[in-house]
């Protein structure tokens, strides 16, 4: 996989940045959010796929991408199928830092250093490639606007920030409620993306004791709750609280 094209956590994460306060939206339903968003990256990839209720490493070869490719080999080292709630609802320290990291790296956000109550020091993130960002909501509208069905990708990123809770956060009040509505319905328009996003309010609402059929049976399937991802060191980020 190249590094030219932005992979889909990236683009959740972008799209989650409040561009006037620095923080992210919806913090907590985001860190799912984002494990899911590596899975459906690593399914465009070719490397994993649908398996019913559970996703499947088809292609072990590493994609070129750090994060995606712990990812993938933890995938690996299952040996089996694992369903998309046990993965999406393991612990993942780390995982939005190491993005938002990286998108610092690349020069896409800015790190404002401050202080929480003049005391615990913070680190807030403005973007700084704005036409991006940009160009990410404008792929979002023109799908939520035109009713088209939009590419696999776009389709998978309206799946997971509908499912982390941003319809309120990119189209708020009640103007912005038929956009929302529509931005729920583009869930349907990418399977692999449907079934992580319902994976993701799954593990939001607990829901995962049983396993239920596949989304596309009809059954309205999803699955439930913990593959830890790569531990990360509480050094560095967690010296310093991330604002949310």
Known sequence: MGRSRRTLPEELLLLALDPATGT????????????????????????IAPDGDRIAV???????????????????????????????????????????????????????????????????????????????????????RTGVPPDPRTAALAALAHAVGLGKHLYPGNEGRSSRSR???????????????????????????QPRRNPGTGGGGRPATAVPMQPQSRSGPMARAVAH
């Open 24 to 47: 992210t939206a919806q913090p907590q339903s985001l860190d799912l959010g984002l494990a899911g968003a590596q899975l459906v990256e690593l399914a465009l990839a070719g490397r």
């Open 58 to 144: 088809v292609m072990p070869r590493p994609t070129g991408d750090p994060t995606l490719d712990s990812a993938l080999e933890l995938l690996r080292r299952r040996g089996s199928p694992v369903r998309a709630v046990h993965w999406i609802g393991g612990p993942r320290l780390g995982l939005r830092q190491t993005y938002l990291s990286h998108l610092e790296r690349c020069g896409m956000v800015h790190a404002v250093e401050g202080q929480m109550c003049g005391v615990l020091p913070t680190t807030r993130y403005q973007a700084t490639e704005t036409a991006i960002s940009r160009e990410i909501r404008a792929r979002l509208d023109s799908a939520i």
């Open 183 to 209: 931005l729920r319905d583009l869930i349907r328009h990418d399977p692999m993306g449907g079934l992580v996003a319902h994976a993701v309010m799954d593990v939001q609402n607990g829901v995962g004791a």
